[in-house]
């Protein structure tokens, strides 16, 4: 059906903003609020999806068009997605399925929209908290990598023409100026090289089973990286189960939103459990490390009153808040260990520039 161009016009203040070559997790939320919104509008599915591909550009541009000629002759907007699968994830499918079945697409939309938003905000928190370690860390290093390339050097001379047995940490000092003297540059690169391979090892799923528990352990990052899973799969089963989708469904869409290994395996197994007739909160009772108490008996309140769709969410809002909490004090908990781990190389260096010249000056005295 042809829309009239002042239809397409109006929605204008709905434009989504894409990068080249992929399409963001921001893109895929404001897409599904802008359905949303226009569904509930009045418009029909397919005037809402010509107007979501008249705004969108890049890859988005292309996969919504493609989405708009099916739905245009006659399928299903979940079939259109799952042709899609590296776009729309299983979240976004099974949500739009479950509103097309129920007739609920436009609340199933918003629903989906807001568990998106939630994501985002998490994911931003996570990175912001990172920031100010990782360039302070940066800093230190690249600082280090200077002075021993371009200062050390210089000292060493003056080190050499002392008549007097040097300490152990000028002697380490001066091996390392040596060192850099001669293969600073190239030190430099295999550092720089070193660190992109390690981080595309982490990223390998072979190394996740080892990598992601010991993450879970670990001070602060173990701790924001519990409440960040949890949050997750609290608010995906929460949402998915408001849609109209079914426990086992929900739960097999939370294994995939988590992004911890440990967590995913065990969602893994909760899912057989509860098919075989366990309830949710005897299922994660087993896995006493990931789901704390408190998860547990709220989630055995929610199945016994009925209400087990609101207690996630509220579980959620929780783990949110603690998440942000968390981020907020990131930076005050990591100032004091960042700066004395500064001050002890910084103290180390100045011991081994000092003593010798301190000794040389004794011996001269006397």
């Known amino acids: 059906m042809p829309i009239l161009k002042k239809k397409i016009k109006e929605p204008r203040r709905f434009s989504i903003k894409l990068s080249i070559g992929r399409v963001t997790p921001l893109e895929k939320a404001l897409f599904a609020k802008y359905l949303s919104v226009m569904i509930r509008a009045g418009l029909t599915l397919v005037e809402s999806l010509e107007i979501s ?13 493609e989405v708009f000629d099916y739905v245009n002759r006659g399928h299903q907007l979940a079939e259109a997605m799952d042709r899609h699968k590296k776009v ?24 989906l929209s807001e568990q998106a938003e939630k994501d985002i905000i998490i994911r931003r928190k996570v990175k912001s908290a990172m920031m100010y370690p990782t360039v302070v860390l940066v800093a230190a290093i690249g600082l280090g990598f200077a002075m021993a390339i371009f200062v050390l050097p210089q000292i060493t001379r003056l080190f050499r023409s002392f008549d007097i047995e040097l300490p152990l940490s000028t002697r380490i000092l001066l091996w390392l100026a040596d060192w850099f003297s001669k293969y600073g540059v190239e030190t430099f690169v295999v550092f720089i090289i070193a660190i992109g391979v390690l981080a595309w090892l982490l990223r390998l799923r072979i190394i996740k089973p ?49 992004d911890n290994y440990a967590y995913k395996k065990s ?12 309830t949710l909160a005897e299922s994660l009772e087993g896995f006493d490390f990931l789901f704390p108490k408190i998860t547990t008996r709220m989630t055995k309140v929610g199945e016994s009153t009925g209400s ?17 909490n968390l981020v907020k004090n990131l930076a005050t908990v990591l100032e004091p260990i960042l700066l004395v781990a500064i001050g002890v190389v910084v103290a180390g260096l100045a011991l081994s520039i000092i003593t010798p010249i301190y000794q040389l000056s004794g011996s001269i005295g006397r």
Do not use: W
């Not at 929460?238 to 739960?251: A, F, K, Q, Y």
């Not at 087990?308 to 942000?324: C, G, K, M, N, P």
């Open 53 to 65: 591909y008249d705004q969108a550009k890049g890859r988005f541009k292309r996969v919504l068009k």
């Open 88 to 111: 729309f994830p299983s979240l976004y499918i099974n949500m739009i399925r479950a509103g097309e079945a129920s007739g609920t697409l436009a609340e199933n939309l918003n629903h």
């Open 210 to 258: 080892l990598t992601h528990p010991l993450i879970l352990r670990l001070p602060i990052v173990g701790t924001l990286s519990h409440n960040v899973n949890l949050a997750r799969f609290c608010r995906t089963l929460g949402v998915t189960m408001r849609s109209g989708l079914t426990i086992d469904e929900g739960l097999r869409i939370a294994t995939d939103v988590v």
């Open 267 to 278: 969602l893994e197994q909760v899912v057989e459990n509860v098919k075989t007739g366990k």
């Open 308 to 324: 087990l769709e609101e207690v996630l969410i509220y579980l959620a809002e929780f783990y949110e808040a603690e998440v942000d």
